[in-house]
């Protein structure tokens, strides 16, 4: 008699190596189907990221039809689709990678729960970090707010070693049906801009595993300095690849171990990168408030702009005069991510010389990054904003002038992605403009316009509403 399959669902763990959920599944010496639903959640994601989700998938389509295997695709709240599965397969184990923020945790604990009370094995897996949030405590068994205990409780801690790519998925003797990844239409959100921001992705487990090895061979030397200057590729591009789960944070874990184990010190700054992300979670697990609300409560009563202004406007569009914020704006519009010099640097001015409500920054990033987390992106917010844990202090507001002379100085990333003002502009300046609506008429040839609130301006603006307040 042939085994039942076990269903794999799949959602940020698009891999075949380190992916504990698939292993556990191949090991059963069952018949494993792969499957990827379409629910509610994916509906929400912002166009950038369902490009890249269309991406991703079908790169992995490839990779799983080349062992064997085929991805199932289906529409539909996940344990409808789930249940016609079952029904349709004749599965009784359903296996999955965990996620941690609230709208996924609320739907997966539904989920497990429903299909148990139907008589089913159904079981999720740790994979997206390197620990499970509750499995890290402070000294009085409480959870950490501040990054740097945390940094000093898990850094000695004993990750588990990579697990391999299993030898074999096995089928099952007949195929499910499965939608067709174009009538997802994922694509569509991009609109003219989809094959510009898709020449920018790199997709899939071997290409994010060569990113990390020439990363580790030719730039965490140096990372200390680089990992700053927006100019130099000296970060590893890592973040696009982790939010797909195309590559497993122990396996960066490692390879950065390795690293400083050859001398490498800058490599501990790396391994601290990984853990900030560790961070995010953990405080997205404790408090899932950090995702939708202030953190820090008190910040209820602070006096934020609310509203889409011809300024919050001129920000979105990287047309605010100040050439460091309009450089890391547009950069984000044609490729889908921005380096973290530039997110802090946006997001202080936005919530501070603006005085507008991170909340408004936190859906312009997740509706334009490839590499959108929900826990890092909602924890980076507040930390600029200051009503995060552990965030940047009150009255600490960036001048992007002068991050602009002290990170940029030749100012290769302003001519990299600012076209007005430049006689010969570069051809990824020039992009911004084959992207964005017509209807914000704007012109490659046209003056680089002034600025719309000057930084001097706009830190006195920011600190005078903070003091009396009372913060």
């Not at 990221?49 to 295997?69: M, N, P, Y």
């Amino acid at each position: 008699m042939t085994k039942s399959p076990v269903i794999l669902w799949l959602r940020r763990d698009l891999r075949l190596s380190d992916h504990p959920a698939l292993t556990a599944a191949c090991e059963s010496g069952r018949p494993v189907i792969p499957v990827y639903v379409h629910d509610d959640q994916v509906g929400s994601l912002g166009a950038a990221q369902k490009l890249r989700l269309d991406l991703a998938l079908a790169h992995f389509a490839k990779v799983l039809a080349d062992q064997g295997s085929k991805l199932i695709l289906r529409k539909g709240a996940a344990l409808d689709v789930l249940r016609d599965l079952v029904k349709e397969t004749g599965a009784d184990t359903i296996y999955w990678s965990r996620l941690y923020n609230k709208p996924a945790n609320d739907r997966d604990s539904a989920v497990k729960s429903a299909l148990k009370e139907d008589g089913l094995t159904a079981k999720s897996f740790a994979g997206h970090l390197l620990f499970e949030p509750w499995t890290v405590e402070t000294k009085t068994g409480g959870f950490y707010k501040v990054y740097t205990p945390m940094w000093k409780a898990v850094r000695g801690n004993d990750i588990a070693e990579p697990l391999p790519r299993p030898a074999k998925i096995a089928a099952p003797e007949r195929w499910p049906a499965s939608d067709d990844l174009a009538d997802w239409s994922l694509r569509a959100a991009m609109q003219r801009g989809a094959d510009i921001l898709a020449s920018h992705c790199t997709v899939g487990e071997d290409a994010a595993h060569s990113r990390l090895g020439q990363f580790i061979a030719h730039k965490v030397a140096d990372y200390v300095t680089n990992r700053d200057l927006p100019g130099v590729k000296g970060t590893s591009n890592l973040s696009e690849n982790l939010t797909f789960g195309e590559i497993s944070p122990r396996v960066c874990w490692h390879a950065g171990q390795r690293a400083l184990r050859d001398g490498k010190s800058d490599a501990e700054v790396f391994l601290k990168e990984l853990v900030w992300r560790e961070f995010a979670y953990h405080l997205a697990h404790h408090t899932p408030r950090i995702l939708t609300d202030n953190w820090k409560e008190d910040w209820d009563a602070f006096p934020w702009n609310t509203d889409i202004t011809p300024h919050v406007q001129a920000w979105q569009q990287g047309r605010t005069g100040i050439r460091f914020v309009d450089a890391a704006m547009r950069e984000m519009y044609v490729t889908g991510t921005m380096h973290n010099r530039g997110r802090m640097i946006v997001a202080s001015y936005l919530t501070k010389h603006l005085m507008t409500h991170w909340k408004i920054g936190l859906d312009w990033f997740a509706d334009h990054l490839i590499d959108w987390d929900p826990c890092s992106n909602a924890m980076g917010w507040q930390w600029s904003a200051g009503s995060g844990p552990d965030a940047t202090p009150y009255f600490r507001v960036f001048n992007p002038v002068t991050q602009l002379d002290k990170f940029d100085k030749d100012r290769d990333y302003v001519k990299r992605w600012l076209a007005d003002g430049y006689r010969s502009p570069s051809d990824t300046a020039l992009a911004y403009f084959d992207m964005i609506p017509r209807s914000w008429d704007m012109r490659a040839d046209a003056a680089y316009p002034d600025p719309i609130v000057a930084p001097d301006k706009g830190r006195s603006r920011a600190l005078d509403a903070y003091s009396s307040r009372g913060f």
